[in-house]
């Protein structure tokens, strides 16, 4: 069971003592036979249902660990008295189990016809409501949609018009949520990575050569909703072999680029394609470019 980083940090540190490898395996698996039932409700009342149950039934185990012979009455004492704890798991499991309970909802109903066209697009239309009353930002974080979810209600083809605005919030979104793959090798030749920073919404982007060369830059598509991806960059020379600070140069003026993007896109699988594939591209090309520019420094 793969739990990230930023998973873990929303179990407080008083319930993840508590919690060993088989208790996490073990969470994992009711979870996973609970999934099954209850999919005729709304996914809400759905998703909401199934981690409150797994959760109680995570501490019902919980307590037959330390005493198997508790009869009913004692139990739920010892589970509001003891176990309670456990409770403050929910917003890790909200966090996990979201987009797993979601696309597993989404398959089983559309098979059962349950969910037809006009549904589909009532939730767009609620997306749409949202985006234009709170922002894309804050309607993607609510309503806590991946890339996948998010075709599976627009579809290929049939994605609204966003102004550059609304797609520099979307990329930076896809980007800073790790929706897209952000780190890649290149062969023999070093890797290249990009982040979202939270506060700025700037893609920054770093390149490391096989030779203790580093670029670093920033490379937001839609800047401040603008249509074209703006690229600036700063290079070191560093030694990896001791702890000091590398030696900075800046890269002056005439290596900046700018490269024109679309105003429409078909789909939100698109721009997850073109974040993963053209647009790192387009990133290794140019420090390509500026790696050749700098020879007189490496030297």
């Known amino acids: 069971m793969l739990i990230t980083k930023e998973e873990l940090d929303l179990i407080p540190p008083t319930v993840k003592r508590r919690m060993t490898d088989k208790d996490f395996q073990l969470l994992d698996d009711i979870i996973h036979n609970n999934k099954r039932f209850g999919v005729e409700m709304g996914f809400d009342e759905y998703f909401d249902v199934n981690l409150h149950d797994s959760l109680h039934e995570f501490i019902q185990y919980k307590v037959a660990e330390i005493d198997p012979n508790l009869g009913d009455d004692s139990w739920d004492r010892e589970e509001n008295n003891t176990y309670v704890i456990f409770r403050k798991l929910f917003p890790f499991l909200n966090e996990k189990y979201h987009d797993d309970l979601y696309d597993y909802y989404m398959e089983k109903n559309r098979r059962h016809r349950n969910i037809n066209e006009s549904q589909y697009e009532k939730i767009q239309n609620q997306i749409l409501k949202s985006i234009k009353n709170n922002g894309v930002y804050n309607t993607m974080n609510a309503y806590k949609l991946n890339v996948e979810g998010l075709h599976k209600i627009f579809g290929e083809g049939n994605l609204p018009k966003f102004d550059c605005r609304d797609l520099y919030q979307i990329f930076s979104y896809f980007v800073f949520k790790n929706l897209v793959q952000t780190e890649f090798e290149i062969k023999k030749n070093g890797s290249i990575s990009f982040y979202t920073d939270s506060f700025s919404g700037t893609n920054f982007f770093r390149r490391k050569f096989k030779d203790s060369t580093m670029i670093d830059g920033y490379a937001t598509p839609y800047f401040d909703g603008n249509c074209n991806l703006p690229l600036d960059a700063d290079f070191y020379v560093y030694n990896i072999n001791d702890d000091e600070e590398p ?20 789909s939100f699988m698109e721009i997850k394609n073109w974040l993963e594939n053209d647009y790192v591209k387009i990133l290794i090309d140019y420090t390509n470019n500026v790696y050749d520019k700098l020879g007189d420094y490496r030297d």
């Open 247 to 266: 030696d900075e140069v800046d890269i002056v003026g005439e290596y900046q680029e700018s490269v024109k993007l679309p105003k429409q896109w078909n």
